[in-house]
């Protein structure tokens, strides 16, 4: 049975639980929480540490590996399947490789910084961060489970981020690119299609249904977010709450989608199945719901197979709003149409167009002051 002590140390306190002998090396195994700034304090938080003992809720000496898998199974088993994933990949592949056989509670802000160290010569900035922000996370619910009484990220200096400038195309490589893909690849060519003119995400066009598109306003509503993980077919809600939007489309886009329209309800017809609206409109001319993943591989196909510079199926996206920017669409308009959470992060992710635009202006206002300045 764990027992536990209270102990004076500097100006703080610290409690001692003792958990019997170690069978393997026969040495008494003791778990320490130090920094109370008062006696009551530490006491109260022993007694909580020693019943989660005794009802096997807080595993007695753990690594992080162990920790950060408790972590993924239990704390974001909710989120999304691809936030899920993103945890789940970054923990097993870069945090456990280095830091895995670290105990829990041994691990030190130096620990982290050399975590960061270890991989800044590696890895693009925005990857760090993302290390740092899952650990973050995991160590904050190490701290509410009771695993910690703080969390060493206090004494860590966050990795720098930089937002990536995106690589964009230009509307007549985008056009060269669906014209290719249109020829040889329907699926792809039609989540592209909706891609660039609609600054769609990936998952956001291939949950598209027919039910979603509004005819009369050419208005298209996005209402789910489409995935495929380990050969299923995982439907949620968009990114964020100001994900779900209405986007309006110019009448090319909905001609576009009409011939779609048209060649599936006839397909339907021919095969004499039912048609119902809550079908995809990115379908492949068999009738099958295509895979996203295919979508990526289909721009990178295309994009070499044409010499033109080689963007991401989520770089369409970037293209869409690059384009509105620059043709003088304002800021807010176009955050609002890409599903930001705030027009900060369109600024932030935009900031090279919108410093260019910047500039033509301030060249603008020059030129029509005639160049001349007071003195």
Not at 357 to 369: G, P, S, Y
Request: charged share 25%; proline share 5%.
């Amino acid at each position: 049975m764990a027992t536990g002590r209270i102990v004076k140390h500097g100006d703080t306190y610290r409690y001692i639980i003792s958990v019997g002998r170690d069978p393997v090396t026969g040495k008494y195994k003791q778990i320490w929480r130090s920094g109370f700034k008062t006696k009551r304090e530490a006491d109260e938080k022993m007694r909580d540490h020693l019943h989660q003992l005794a009802d096997g809720q807080v595993p007695v000496d753990q690594t992080l590996s162990q920790f950060l898998k408790k972590f993924v199974d239990d704390h974001c088993k909710g989120m999304k399947p691809s936030a899920l994933w993103t945890y789940d990949y970054t923990c097993q592949h870069y945090i456990v490789p280095i830091l895995g056989k670290v105990k829990l509670d041994k691990l030190s802000h130096s620990h982290i910084q050399q975590l960061y160290e270890a991989w800044n010569a590696k890895l693009a900035p925005s990857t760090v961060h993302r290390i740092h922000r899952v650990l973050r996370t995991a160590l904050n619910y190490a701290v509410k489970q009771g695993y910690l009484v703080k969390s060493p990220m206090t004494r860590v200096d966050a990795p720098e981020r930089r937002t990536p400038r995106r690589t964009i195309l230009s509307v007549q490589q985008a056009k060269t690119m669906l014209t290719w893909l249109k020829q040889r690849r329907p699926g792809p060519y039609k989540a592209c299609f909706l891609a660039i003119y609609t600054g769609m995400r990936c998952g956001e066009v291939a949950g598209l249904q027919w039910g979603d598109v509004e005819w009369d306003t050419n208005v298209l509503h996005v209402r789910r977010s489409r995935q495929r993980t380990k050969g299923e077919d995982i439907v949620g809600t968009p990114k964020t709450a100001d994900s779900e939007r209405d986007i309006v489309v110019p009448d090319m886009v909905m001609n576009e989608l009409r011939l779609w329209y048209d060649a599936q309800r006839a397909f339907h017809r021919l095969v004499e199945m039912p048609w119902d609206e809550s079908l995809y409109v990115v379908r492949l001319p068999d009738g099958e719901v295509p895979d996203p993943h295919i979508f990526a591989r289909g721009v990178k196909v295309a994009l070499t197979k044409l010499g033109l510079p080689i963007v991401t199926f989520h770089d369409l996206r970037h293209t869409h709003a690059s384009w509105l920017l620059e043709s003088g669409v304002d800021l807010k308009v176009v955050s609002q149409r890409l599903g930001h959470s705030s027009i900060s992060v369109t600024a932030d992710v935009y900031s090279h167009v919108t410093r260019r635009l910047q500039e033509d202006a301030v060249k603008k206002l020059e030129n029509m002051m005639g160049g001349e300045t007071s003195h």
